[in-house]
């Protein structure tokens, strides 16, 4: 079983529609978790950045932490083509000197 | 301006040869990482290098080399090139500790024929 389980679609809603991606994890020391956006021939980019649990909304995106259910989430409000790509969870802690650990990521395509 | 850049963009190479990546960043970041994306997207982590460690994933074969002229740079070198190394290869770097995230480049597509 890997560390960070994340399907990895493709997911394809339509525009406006909400979205909801999910990552499970099996390590309870995990402590910083992360939502990275990555787009075609591109490298990833930091999306969300949440430390223990609870949510952060940033503009039309929320990213939720149930650290009890080792349970993440990324929703995407009022979705757009523009973010059709793949997105990619990741968590970390101090104990394994914050070394990364990477959902597979999941593929996204919002349809006009 | 670019926060982490890498050259070149694209490199095509026949098996058996030596080749380089770099990799610099301006962002003050004192760890830097080298990172393969296969065919499917998984983010593989290669090393992880600050001034004071080198991180090694045992499972990268020892014909990849990370080579640190300072801190603002980390080149890959890459002998003896096999088809499997065919892949997306991302420079990264981070604060210390790395717990606010990564900034990652554009990454160097490889592709042995």
């Known amino acids: 079983q890997k560390e960070v389980e994340q399907d990895p679609g493709p997911l394809s809603v339509p525009e406006g529609a909400i979205v909801s991606l999910n990552c499970t994890y099996s390590?309870?020391?995990?402590?910083?978790f992360m939502w990275y956006r990555q787009y075609s021939r591109k490298g990833p980019e930091l999306l969300m950045y949440?430390?223990s649990s609870g949510n952060k909304e940033d503009g039309r995106f929320t990213a939720q932490v149930d650290k009890s259910s080792k349970y993440i989430s990324l929703f995407i409000r009022d979705s757009q083509p523009s973010d059709s790509a793949t997105y990619l969870c990741?968590?970390?802690?101090?104990?394994?000197?914050?070394?990364?650990?990477w959902g597979a990521g999941t593929k996204l395509i919002i349809k006009p | 301006d670019t926060a982490v850049s890498q050259t070149p963009k694209y490199l095509v190479t026949q098996m058996g040869n030596d080749k380089s990546i770099k990799c610099e960043q301006n962002?003050?970041?004192?760890?830097m990482y080298w990172y393969k994306q296969d065919s499917k997207k998984f983010l593989k982590i290669m090393f992880s290098?600050?001034?004071?460690?080198?991180?090694i994933n045992e499972t990268v074969p020892n014909r990849f080399s990370p080579k640190s002229p300072d801190k603002a740079h980390l080149n890959l070198h890459i002998n003896s090139l096999e088809l499997g190394d065919s892949a997306v290869y991302f420079c990264?770097?981070?604060?210390?500790?790395?717990?606010?995230?990564?900034?990652f480049g554009s990454g160097t597509r490889l592709t042995v024929v």
């Open positions: 962002l003050g970041h004192d760890t």
């Open positions: 949440t430390y």
């Open positions: 390590n309870s020391a995990f402590q910083y």
């Open positions: 990741a968590m970390s802690d101090e104990d394994s000197n914050y070394q990364l650990i």
């Open positions: 290098y600050n001034n004071k460690e080198l991180i």
């Open positions: 990264a770097s981070s604060h210390l500790t790395g717990s606010y995230g990564y900034t």
